[in-house]
């Protein structure tokens, strides 16, 4: 046996204003999880507490809760000294009882179809990672989107894909799907880091709907037209002035020996919008030692098409990249856009290794650059935290380049899965919220490795946006300028 301190929410809404937190220590034993400590509160302390379980084995999704501010299930979370416990992000019945009525009754049940045969085996195979939902509710309290904007929330739409495939329901789900909020997700991936039983919403449900969607001309206006730019011109960004890939031989040298060899999958974002943030990459890359092969007929990704459902010529977007890059014998791509990267990694098959610029970077080793006299915030891009699974090595980068680094939370900016473009009011207001994020930092600077991120936290803060490679790149000036001989 043990004892820990535990805090837990409590609000009773016949005296309290508002939940207030309490703190108790309790007796549990070894490997004890979350549920068995509110037993002990509830048992030992105060039987008025109120909460919910049932199977106590993570199969009913009755005991979700936040601890330390993630959703959960109670009866799978180890208890730990110190921990917070809080009902989801619902309105709160009381203490960590919240009401799950209004999510539950979005939630579709089938329309039965007479004389409907069973789906086929391909169907139900399909079917088979959408119907573990334990309508636990962890996903809707951690949906960014919820936040600002009426959408259903993850499960609900997880739900109508199900209802979808199901050749016995005859419900249109796809009107359904839009009128509940269809094109309002982010594909942040919160849902499915917050999932016990790790269902992909996003991508086997959302973006699958929008697909449908999309064979009954029911994309958005704005999606379309970024469909049309790429289909016409390989690009998803419109050319305004001289485009990286304009500026650039197809071999980068580095300065001195080459330690390394990659190939350079620019994305449209940095190759016709920003192209001055990927020209500072490749200084980076030089001065650390790695050759940069760069093909010039490398196009879009596809990630705006897939993400808002306009996949019909998707498979000619990666059959081109990939043998532009197979093409030269190249064993490792290196990406500078979360997106890029998360669209490489995740939505095609490759021969080649595909890497972010930070695992590049991480991997070889940097020179070390002169600390730049400045206080910066990171800002984690959904595409790369969640979509790609790194989190340090940015953050190892930065800490090496600024005199200090400020940690702050983790939270789409809203400028995701066709948002920004598609449905702007929910991209501001989710902006602005990040921007209030940024200015609790006190921060000079937020650094990103996203030009989506880049752009849309500009517009909702005034503090400047910086690319990490940027940052690097200051820094290795700085350290020249002062190594410089006065006088």
């Known amino acids: 046996m043990k004892k820990i301190r535990i805090k837990v929410s409590r609000f009773n809404p016949a005296v309290d204003a508002e939940p207030h937190l309490e703190e108790y220590t309790v007796e549990v034993n070894e490997g004890a999880r979350v549920l068995h400590a509110l037993h002990a509160v509830h048992d030992d302390h105060d039987p008025t507490l109120a909460y919910r379980y049932c199977c106590g084995a993570g199969q009913c999704g009755t005991c979700a809760v936040r601890v330390n501010g993630e959703p959960v299930l109670a009866c799978m979370e180890e208890a730990r000294d110190g921990m917070t416990v809080e009902p989801l992000v ?5 203490d960590l009882v919240i009401d799950m009525e209004p999510v539950i009754a979005k939630i579709a049940r089938i329309c039965p179809r007479p ?7 391909e169907v139900i195979e399909e079917i088979k990672p959408l119907r573990d939902c334990i309508e636990c509710l962890c996903c809707v309290s951690a949906c960014p989107a919820l ?34 909020g269809l094109f309002y997700c982010t594909t942040c991936k919160r849902c499915v880091e917050v999932c016990p039983k790790d269902i992909d919403t996003p991508g086997k449900a959302i973006e699958k709907l929008r697909e449908l969607a999309n064979r009954r001309g029911l994309t958005l206006p704005r999606h379309q037209e970024v469909a049309r730019l790429v289909q016409e011109t390989g690009r998803s960004v419109e050319r305004t002035k001289v485009t990286f890939l304009e500026q650039v031989p197809e071999v980068i040298e580095p300065d001195g020996p080459v330690r390394g060899e990659v190939g350079f999958f620019v994305g449209c974002m940095f190759n016709g919008r920003v192209p001055q943030t990927a020209l500072d990459a490749m200084e980076v890359m030089k001065r650390n030692g790695i050759r940069v092969i760069i093909p010039h007929e490398q196009v879009c990704c596809g990630s705006p098409l897939i993400r808002t459902g306009q996949t019909s010529f998707v498979d000619d977007l990666k059959e081109r990249n990939i043998e532009a890059f197979t093409s030269r014998g190249i064993k490792t791509v290196m990406t500078i856009c979360a997106g890029c990267g998360a669209t490489l990694k995740n939505d095609y098959e490759t021969p080649f290794v595909v890497k972010d610029v930070t695992e590049v970077l991480t991997d070889y080793g940097i020179e070390p650059p002169a600390r730049l006299d400045i206080r910066a915030t990171y800002h984690d891009p959904c595409h790369l935290l969640r979509g ?5 090595q940015p953050r190892e980068l930065l800490r090496q380049t600024v005199r200090e680094f400020v940690e702050m939370p983790a939270q789409c900016c809203g400028a995701g899965g066709g948002v920004r473009s598609g449905v702007p009011e929910e991209a501001m207001a989710l902006g602005a919220m990040r921007g209030e994020a940024v200015r609790a930092t006190g921060a000079d600077v937020v650094v990103t490795v996203c030009p989506f991120c880049e752009f849309h936290i500009a517009d909702c803060t005034d503090v400047p946006v910086k690319n990490l490679t940027t940052i690097l790149l200051e820094g290795y000036r700085k350290k020249d300028a002062e190594q410089e001989p006065s006088g």
């Open 115 to 121: 004389d409907a045969e069973l789906p086929p085996k």
């Open 90 to 94: 619902l309105p709160v019945l009381k």
């Open 388 to 392: 790609q699974g790194i989190r340090e």
């Open 147 to 180: 936040l600002v904007t009426e959408f259903a929330g993850p499960t609900v739409l997880r739900q109508e894909m199900r209802l979808a495939l199901d050749p016995r329901d005859s419900g249109d789900r796809i009107t359904d799907a839009i009128k509940k």
